[in-house]
């Protein structure tokens, strides 16, 4: 038997019927065409499907879509405003930070909640906080200079 859900996505309300065993990564996409948010491997280990449940970074193909009642959700399509990319998301293009894009959406979702938690964190810390999040084409100096420009200009007010 479906249940039936109520929640917050992106600042919007959302209701939706699934599958108590479905997750919430399959909710997003499959019932709710929100593809940005990538299945990398289905187990957690990548990182491809970081989403904020309210405010933690969470893999959304651990979360059952039910757990989401009552939550607040902020997947990679609500990072930028409106036609506006987030400046994480302009570094990350700036940088050539992304090549495949199967890790680039968990990686901006991971990024912001980096750079919400510390707005100055060090290579190592950035390396450290990202290290859920797994690349396989581009390396990692690309992403991480991205993210260091991204908590520079964030922290200049730009």
């Known amino acids: 038997m479906k249940s039936h859900i109520s929640t917050t996505i992106n600042g919007d309300p ?4 699934c599958d108590p065993s479905q997750t919430l990564l399959n909710v997003l996409r499959n019932d709710l065409g929100m593809t940005g948010t990538k299945e990398g491997c ?5 990182g491809a499907c970081s989403v904020l449940f309210d405010g933690e970074l969470v893999c959304a193909c651990l979360v059952l879509g039910v757990e989401a009642q009552g939550a607040e959700i902020e997947t990679v399509e609500g990072v930028a405003t409106h036609d506006q990319l987030h400046v994480i998301q ?4 700036e940088h050539a930070a992304l090549q495949c894009g199967i890790c680039t959406p968990g990686l ?8 919400e938690e510390n707005p100055s964190p060090t290579e190592e810390e950035a390396r450290y906080f990202l290290a859920g999040n797994l ?4 390396g990692y100096d690309k992403i991480i200079k991205a993210v260091m420009d991204a908590a520079a200009t ?5």
């Open 14 to 17: 959302v209701e939706f019927l």
């Open 108 to 115: 901006i979702v991971s990024t912001k909640a980096l750079l």
């Open 135 to 138: 690349c396989r084409c581009t």
């Open 154 to 158: 964030m922290r200049q007010g730009a």
């Open 90 to 93: 302009e570094k990350f293009l």
């Open 42 to 46: 289905g187990s957690g280990d990548c």
